[in-house]
């Protein structure tokens, strides 16, 4: 169960759009649409941001949607502002309950 | 709204146990989800530890599997983790979370040390 590859890091301009990729195997992301995003600022806990591939939760910005193609699932910030500087890191279902993250992306609004 | 809270010591020596116990307010445990725990190390990604459903089924992550337990207390609506034999590898920040596939309310966590 090794981790999902994201990109270290990523920078945008304010009113940009950014995707951070998400890269599994089929035996994660490629099987399961169960793919999810968490936000998270210094010193903070993770927010959710997406799940099951597409879904925002209630209270989240429209700004934040999420895709998925074969094993790579994407997170877009469309319309960057600053505070969406944060790190993002995605996750997958992998099959009897268990989970597992990415490496974690520090998204950098320049 | 679901609150999560982790609790247990901040240093703990090489070769002990780590534990934590995360108190759920705004929700009852026993009343459905599973429960999990999500490790931070310093400047690094989450790592999914365990999670473990009202009636007590559990999963683990596989790497860790042989060191660590999970468990509920629905009496007093908590539910604790316990990783033997730690090593520095496994200072970090542990958060609590509710497992509603995906983790969608979290605890602030707690930042455990392993050192002597």
């Known amino acids: 169960q090794s981790a999902l590859t994201q990109p270290s890091s990523l920078s945008g301009s304010p009113g940009q759009s950014i995707t951070i990729s998400c890269t599994g195997t089929n035996n994660d992301v490629g099987d399961y649409d169960f793919v999810s995003w968490y936000q998270q600022h210094p010193g903070k806990a993770p927010k959710l941001v997406i799940f099951?591939?597409?879904k925002r939760p209630s209270g989240v910005s429209s700004r934040f949607s999420g895709s998925k193609s074969g094993n790579t699932a994407s997170l877009t910030i469309s319309g960057l502002q600053p505070e969406d500087e944060a790190d993002y890191h995605c996750?997958?279902?992998?099959?009897?309950?268990?989970?597992?993250f990415g490496g974690g992306t520090r998204l950098t609004v320049l | 709204q679901v609150q999560l809270q982790e609790s247990g010591p901040a240093l703990v020596k090489p070769s002990e146990t780590l534990s934590l116990t995360c108190t759920v307010s705004g929700y009852s445990v026993s009343s459905g989800f599973y429960w999990g725990w999500i490790r931070q190390s310093p400047g690094k990604g989450l790592e999914w530890i365990a999670s473990?459903?009202?009636?007590?089924?559990?999963s683990y992550n596989p790497p860790l599997k042989s060191r660590v337990v999970i468990s509920v207390d629905s009496s007093k609506n908590q539910f604790s983790l316990k990783l033997r034999s730690v090593t520095a590898a496994d200072t970090a920040i542990y958060y609590c979370?509710?497992?509603?596939?995906?983790?969608?309310?979290w605890g602030q966590g707690t930042l455990v040390t392993v050192s002597s």
């Open positions: 979370a509710r497992d509603s596939s995906p983790f969608d309310s």
């Open positions: 473990i459903n009202h009636s007590g089924s559990t």
């Open positions: 099951d591939v597409t």
């Open positions: 996750s997958s279902y992998t099959g009897s309950s268990t989970w597992v």
